[in-house]
């Protein structure tokens, strides 16, 4: 069967006027959409989203941020899709990744706390299957 993985479209990103670009790249790819929605997400959901970063020192300025305004959740679909996104996405700090990359192509470092990086990507299946749960909980 095919993988899943949960990619987010960041409030930074979504400021930024991103999302298309982001699905665009996506859908590029050969990558499916099987679930997307705009919400902005409450503390709860982040906290559970990122669960292995509690207690780090970025952790609170992370869902501060993530709960600053809309993001784009979706479920997509495809061969290798967790790695296929990761690779799209590039490196964590967008003053190093890679250009080609979203965030090597369109982010920065604005100096904030935590830092702003346009997308997210699940890092593995259990994540993955994790995060889909709590995101798209009714999605099958
Ligand atoms: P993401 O892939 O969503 O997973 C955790 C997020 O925390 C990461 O993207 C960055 O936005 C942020 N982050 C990770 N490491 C650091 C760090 N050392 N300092 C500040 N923010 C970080």
């Known amino acids: 069967a095919p993988e899943r993985t949960l990619v987010l479209v ?4 979504v400021r930024r006027g991103l999302v298309g670009e982001v699905l665009r790249r ?3 790819k050969g990558y499916v959409l099987v679930a997307l929605e ?34 784009v959740a979706a479920v997509v679909e495809g061969h290798r899709v967790i ?4 690779s799209l996405a590039g490196a964590t700090d967008p003053t190093t990744a890679a250009p080609g990359t979203l965030r090597g192509d369109l982010g920065r470092d604005w100096g ?17 299957s994790r995060e889909i749960g ?6 099958s």
């Open 10 to 13: 960041k409030p930074d990103g």
């Open 83 to 86: 790695e296929g996104f990761r």
């Open 112 to 128: 904030e706390r935590v830092v702003q990086n346009l997308v997210h990507g699940s890092d593995s299946p259990e994540s993955a």
């Open 26 to 28: 996506v859908e590029a």
């Open 38 to 71: 705009m919400r902005t997400a409450d503390r709860d959901l982040l906290g559970a989203h990122y669960t292995e970063h509690a207690g780090k020192p970025f952790f609170e300025p992370l869902v501060d941020f993530m709960a600053s305004g809309p993001v």
């Open 134 to 139: 709590l995101w798209f909980p009714g999605l």
